[in-house]
């Protein structure tokens, strides 16, 4: 956009004149109708995503328990480790037309390159959260637990702890 229309569209939403305007005022239920569908059919189809550290077992576990499959039995299977046959495994499922829900529990690092990923393949991102989580058996369950609320969309209590190691948690539609 270029510096003169933002220019006269700051004005009219300024001015208050943008909400008058027929062809500004965008159906947002709609909107969000289709956007709450591609979430629930990419629910059907849940990849999980992890860096190939200590929680990763713990991580599956939950996200095959939410699914409601045996541990270890994921329809998709899970991308797992930092190469580069990961990211390109994740850019064949960003490049192909099913929804997926994808699911990980990454170092900052990855996090940062999945989401870029994510975001230039036009991908939706629905929650990216910081964790610190020992490798401690309280350090598993809370692996486990994030990986249910990950799935199901629910709300994740207590995101920090006082030791351990970082890690971002993300939810993407793809």
């Known amino acids: 956009m270029s510096n003169d229309r933002r220019f006269v569209l700051k004005g009219l939403a ?44 713990a991580f ?10 045996p541990t270890g039995a ?13 990211y390109q495994q994740l850019n064949q499922l960003l490049n192909d037309d099913t929804p997926t829900l994808l699911v990980g529990l990454l170092d900052d690092a990855a996090a940062i390159l999945v989401l870029d990923l994510v975001r230039s393949a036009g991908g ?31 709300v994740i209590a207590g995101r920090m702890q006082e030791n351990g190691n970082a890690y971002v948690a993300l939810r993407c539609v793809i």
């Open 14 to 57: 300024a001015a208050g004149l943008l909400a008058a305007m027929p062809w500004a005022q965008a159906n947002t239920s709609a909107a969000a109708a289709l956007a709450d569908a591609a979430v629930a059919d990419a629910a059907a189809r849940v990849t999980p995503l992890v860096s190939g550290g200590a929680l990763d077992a």
């Open 60 to 69: 599956l576990a939950g996200v095959s328990k939410a699914m409601g499959q």
């Open 74 to 86: 994921l329809v998709n299977p899970p991308l797992q480790g930092l190469e580069a046959a990961t």
């Open 124 to 154: 939706r991102v629905l929650s990216v959260e910081q964790h610190r989580i020992g490798q401690d058996s309280a350090g598993q369950q809370r692996a486990g637990a994030l990986a249910q609320a990950l799935v199901t969309g629910a």
